[in-house]
């Protein structure tokens, strides 16, 4: 335990040592530690994957949906089809923001046949608290963040619940799911179709293998 205790003082000193330029100290720590909470989450990832094995399609079109970016445009999600769409609830002071980095690769990926949309929301222990151009800077700044953001919005359950996410998480209208996200960065995968095949929690990476096989899938 003393080892232990002496190896996390020496990150964390580390960490404060190399405080990144637009990260607060806590916002350096949690990208730092990144790498061990996935390592040490990830069998318990795999096993709370949820995928549409039926193929059920939805009740309500998924591209009826409409949501303002985080510009305060009018973003149209007619405009998605023909392409798998990665849904990501997203927050700056979380201990997988990291995954920023990750998503950001998988945009570049496979720009010609995924979008990613991410989804700024401080339902989670209030860890997105700045307003939607602090999210804008952050993101830029510190991952590069070039896929497209919503407005900031509620993601669980109830009365204030974004549109988008309540098609996501009632079977009722999607067709099978009725799984809302149980923290930041969990992901729901649509396909070419607008059928909702796939639920990642936050523990599973985006670049995750099981994630790819999704997105490669026909």
């Not at 405009?79 to 995954?99: E, H, R």
């Not at 990613?116 to 590069?144: H, M, R, T, W």
């Not at 995968?189 to 985006?206: K, Q």
Request: one cysteine or more; aromatic letters at 10%; hydrophobic letters at 40%.
């Amino acid at each position: 335990m003393i080892k232990i205790a002496i190896a996390l003082g020496v990150l964390v000193t580390a960490t404060l040592l190399m405080k990144k330029t637009g990260m607060s100290y806590r916002q350096s720590i949690l990208k730092t530690m990144y790498p061990a909470i996935m390592w040490s989450s990830k069998a318990a990832g795999k096993k709370q994957i949820q995928s549409n094995k039926e193929n059920v399609a939805p009740l309500v079109s998924f591209y009826t949906l409409h949501m303002k970016d985080i510009n305060g445009n009018d973003f149209n999600f007619e405009n998605l089809k023909g392409k798998k769409v990665l849904i990501v609830n997203t927050a700056s002071n979380c201990g997988f923001t990291a995954q920023y980095e990750a998503l950001e690769k998988l945009s570049i990926q496979y720009r010609d046949k995924l979008v990613i949309l991410g989804f700024p929301s401080n339902d989670f222990k209030e860890q997105e608290a700045g307003d939607n151009q602090n999210i804008v800077n952050f993101c830029k700044k510190n991952y590069g963040v070039s896929f497209p953001l919503m407005e900031k919005s509620s993601v669980i359950k109830g009365h204030n619940q974004n549109d988008v996410h309540k098609w996501l998480s009632d079977m009722t209208i999607n067709g099978w799911c009725h799984q809302e996200p149980a923290w930041n960065f969990c992901k729901y995968l649509v396909n070419e179709n607008g059928i909702l095949t796939h639920y990642f929690p936050m523990i599973v990476d985006p670049l995750a293998p099981e994630v790819i096989a999704a997105i490669d899938s026909k």
